[in-house]
C-alpha cells in the first residue's frame, strides 16, 4: 500500500482520483478554441485545473475563453508556444498535466486512459495520444491528406520504444517535466520533438491510441509548403542537440517520412534539372520520382481505404511534394547548422 507522500507524487488524493491540471497553449485559434475547451470540460475524468495561455491573440480567443470556467493568462507579446506551456505548467500546481492544443478537441475518456496507462506501468512518466484520422472541421483535400497522414505515422509508433513528442495531447508527471527543463522557448517548431530528445532515460514514454484527439490542421496549399518545410529546416539542429546528450533516449524518432523515400526524392531533384539538357534522362527521373513514393505505400493504401481512390491519387501528390520539401528544408538546415557551428553558437 502506498504511503501519503507515494500517493501525493503519482498525483492521486483521498479515494485515489488523479489530481491533473490540464494546459492550453494558444494563439489565433478562435475558430476551435471553443470545441477544444468543451472537449476538455467534458472529460470523463475532470481535471482540477484548467490554464489557457493566450500567447498575445487578435482574433477574440479571450473573450471565448470567458465563457468557460478556467483560468486565462495573457501574454503581453507573441512567445510561441514553448513559452506558452512553459508558462501554463508555471501557473498551475497538479502534479500531473495534461497538454492540449487549442486546435483540437479530446476525445471524452482522454485523460482517463491517459491516466490509468500512467499508473498502470512501471517507469512511465509521459503517455502520449495520437490524432483521429479524420478532422475536427473538414476543411477541404489538403487538411485531409495532413490529418490522415499524422494519424497513420503516429498510429504505427503506438508501442515503439522511440516515438516523435506530441503535446498536442499528452499527460506528464510534473516531476519529469521539471527534470527535463520544460521547453526550449527559442523554438517554434520542433519544439515537442526537441523536449523528447532531454527527458531522463529512467522515465518512459509511452504512446498509445486509446488517448484520441481530433486536429484542425493546415488547410491551404501554401501555409501547408510553408510549414513542412520550416519543419525540415529545424530538423537538423533538433538532431544535432540530441546527439550532444547522452540521455537522448526518449522521442528520438523524428523522422515521419522514409529515409529511403528522402534519397530517391533527392536525387530525383538533382536529376530534373539535367532532363532539358539529356533527354534520356526523363525515364530516370521519372523512375526515381515512383521509387520516392514506393516506401509509403502503406500510408497511401490506406488513404484509399478511408476516402477512395480520387484521395489515395490527391495523397500521393501530396506525399511527393512533402519528400521534396523534407529533402530542401532538411538542406537548408544543414547549412544553418554548419554556419552555427562554424560561429560556436550551435548549442
Known amino acids: 500500500m502506498t504511503s501519503p507522500v507515494e500517493r501525493e507524487a503519482e498525483g492521486l ?3 485515489g482520483a488523479a489530481r491533473v491540471a490540464v494546459v492550453v497553449p494558444n494563439f489565433n485559434k478562435a475558430k476551435t478554441l471553443r470545441a477544444c475547451l468543451e472537449s476538455v470540460l467534458g472529460q470523463s475524468l475532470a481535471p482540477v485545473e484548467v ?10 480567443s479571450r473573450e471565448i475563453v470567458a465563457e468557460f470556467p478556467v483560468r486565462l493568462v495573457v501574454q ?7 513559452a506558452a506551456r512553459n508558462v501554463g505548467v508555471a501557473s498551475c500546481s497538479a502534479p500531473l498535466v495534461f497538454f492540449v492544443d487549442s486546435d483540437t478537441a479530446l476525445a471524452s475518456d482522454a485523460i482517463e486512459a491517459a491516466v490509468g496507462i500512467l ?13 483521429a484520422p479524420e478532422p475536427l472541421f473538414d476543411d477541404g ?13 503516429r498510429r504505427r509508433s503506438v508501442g515503439r520504444p522511440r516515438a516523435a513528442t506530441l503535446f498536442a495531447a499528452s499527460l506528464i508527471r510534473r516531476e519529469v517535466f521539471t527534470a527535463t527543463g520544460g521547453f526550449d522557448e527559442r523554438l517554434r517548431t520542433g519544439e515537442d520533438t526537441e523536449f523528447g530528445t532531454r527527458m531522463p532515460r529512467q522515465w518512459r514514454l509511452v ?9 484542425d490542421d493546415v488547410d491551404r496549399f501554401l501555409p501547408f509548403v510553408r510549414e513542412q518545410f520550416g519543419f525540415a ?19 528520438m524518432r523524428v523522422n515521419a517520412i522514409s529515409p529511403t523515400g528522402l534519397v530517391f526524392s533527392g536525387l530525383g531533384l538533382l536529376t530534373l534539372p539535367l532532363v532539358p539538357f539529356q533527354p534520356w534522362l526523363l525515364p530516370v527521373w521519372a523512375l526515381l520520382v515512383v521509387a520516392s513514393a514506393v516506401p509509403s505505400h502503406r500510408f497511401l493504401r490506406f488513404t484509399w481505404r478511408i476516402r477512395g481512390a480520387g484521395f489515395a491519387a490527391y495523397a ?8 521534396v520539401l523534407a529533402v530542401l528544408g532538411t538542406g537548408v538546415g544543414t547549412l544553418r547548422v554548419a554556419y552555427a557551428l562554424a560561429r560556436g553558437s550551435a548549442r
Not at 503581453?76 to 514553448?82: D, E, L, M, Q, T
Not at 499508473?119 to 490524432?131: D, E, F, L, P
Not at 504512446?207 to 486536429?215: F, G, L, N
Open 13 to 15: 488524493v483521498g479515494d
Open 233 to 251: 529546416t529545424d530538423t537538423p539542429m533538433v538532431m544535432l542537440r540530441a546527439g550532444r546528450r547522452r540521455n537522448a533516449g526518449n522521442g
Open 141 to 153: 483535400p489538403v487538411e485531409a491528406y495532413r490529418v490522415a497522414f499524422e494519424h497513420f505515422w
Open 76 to 82: 503581453s507579446v507573441n512567445r510561441g508556444p514553448a
Open 207 to 215: 504512446v498509445t491510441d486509446r488517448v484520441v484527439t481530433r486536429h
Open 51 to 60: 490554464v489557457v495561455v493566450d500567447d498575445a491573440s487578435t482574433d477574440g
Open 316 to 323: 500521393t501528390g501530396m506525399h511527393l511534394l512533402l519528400y
Open 119 to 131: 499508473r498502470g506501468g512501471v517507469g512511465v512518466g509521459m503517455v502520449q495520444g495520437i490524432y
